[in-house]
Each structure stands twice: as structure tokens, then as C-alpha cells.
């Protein structure tokens, strides 16, 4: 349970200097569970205790973990001059200042991409979900645009596990990507791989790093194309398939809890 201090809380919510939300404080217009709090130092309990100043109710949060089925044409940042960004798809009880930080989110897709990204307000997790350091295996389904018989699917399976070279792309320079796993249809029933037979355009893609266009620069690589990319999974948390491109919701206790530990 985050506890945090009045005058540190108002400062927070754009109510000045914590000077000014002293005097604030000190002149009876601050309220906490509609007893007027004269006392800067209130221990506020974030996930109980109701603030108000004047009518004015704060929405007191310190964290947020969000999880979107990121949809097309929309950018994996906070600001585009050009793009709507994922931040721009959330509603505005979102919009809010929260005591742990500022809301961003985990790494990037392209703008071409869909599927699962966090939104959050906790960097520590950030970081740990985005440090190459920790590996985090990241599963994408890909769909490409030629076509790949069984014999070929064998080829780029163990050119990808055993650490393709992976080609340049604009400023990006080719890079020996960490070993990756493909999953052909005729390996694993699973929702999204539907096509079964000799030949196949879909497989999923595991990957423990996050560099420029990795995935659609492996394929390149080995001549392919992708012509669709969707993000399954980050680490243990799987994309929520009742999510329509474009929707989001809160990550659950145990999600969060999976997450952190
Ligand atoms: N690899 C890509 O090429 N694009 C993404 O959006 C994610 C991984």
C-alpha cells in the first residue's frame, strides 16, 4: 500500500511549489475523506484515502500497467508530429499525474506492427523488460510473402537458432542476431498458424533482443519478406486475445505480479 505525504502529493498534481501547497494546505481548502487536513505531513494512503481540494477530486495513482493490442499506423511513442501515437488511443481518466513516474511505453513496435504492448508509469519494470542484459524472449507471428516449403522451413529454422547475420538497414549496421526459434504450422496447433501442407507463409518467431526492424530484417536476410507482424508475448505475459486491434486494458494482480517477480 503507497503511502505519500499531502503537500508532496498536491505538488505533484500541479498545485505549485511544495511551499505553495503548504499555504494551500495551511488555509483550509484541502480535504482528505471530506475532513478538511490542515497538516502538510498527512500520510496519504494512495489506494484508499479520497483527496479533494475546493470540488476538485485528485485521481491519485502511483502506478499503471497497461496492456495493448497495439493496432496499425499508430507509433510506439509518446509525441509524433505525423502519427497518432498509443497514447493518444488510451481514454482520458489515463491522462493523469501519477506519483511513480511518467506514462510510456515498453519498447517500440513499428508502425506497421500489432499486438501486445505495455504502457506503464514503472521504469524499474521498463527496464527490466527492455535491458538486453536480461534476454527477454519476445514471440511475434509473422506471416510472409513467399511461401516456404518443408524443406525450406528446416533451413531457416537452424539459420535462425544458430545466429543468422543479419543485414544492414539504413543507418543500421548488420549485427550476428542471439539464437531465435521458428514455429512452422505443421509443428504446434495454435490459433494463429492456420495454414497446414507442404508450404507455408505463417510461422511464429521467438526472439531474445530488440533491435531495428529484427524481425523483418531476419527474414530479409534470408530472402524472404514479412508482410504482417503481430507480437504474441513479452516474457510470461501473453497478448489478451479478447483485445481487438486498438484495445487495452489493465494488466490483472497476477499479471503484474508475474511481471515483477
Ligand atoms: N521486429 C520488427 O521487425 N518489427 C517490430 O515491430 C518488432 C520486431
New binding site residues.
Partial sequence: MKKERLDKILSHHGFGSRKDCKSLIHSGRVFVNESVCTNCDFSVDCDVDVVRIDDEILQIREHVYIMMNKCQNVVSSTKDGLHKTVLDLLSPDYKINYLGGDLHPVG???V??EGLLLLTTDGKLTHTLTSPKNHVV?T?YARLKNPVDIETQKKYSDLFNSGLNVIAEGHEQSFVAKSATLIWPNEKKCEYLTEFGDASSEVLVS?SE?????????FATVGNE?VY?K?LSVGPLSLDAGLKPGEYRELTADEIKLLLD
Fill in positions: 517500440r513496435l513499428d506497421d506492427t519476445k511475434y526472439i530488440g533491435k531495428y526492424h529484427q524481425v523483418k530484417r531476419m514479412v507482424l507480437r
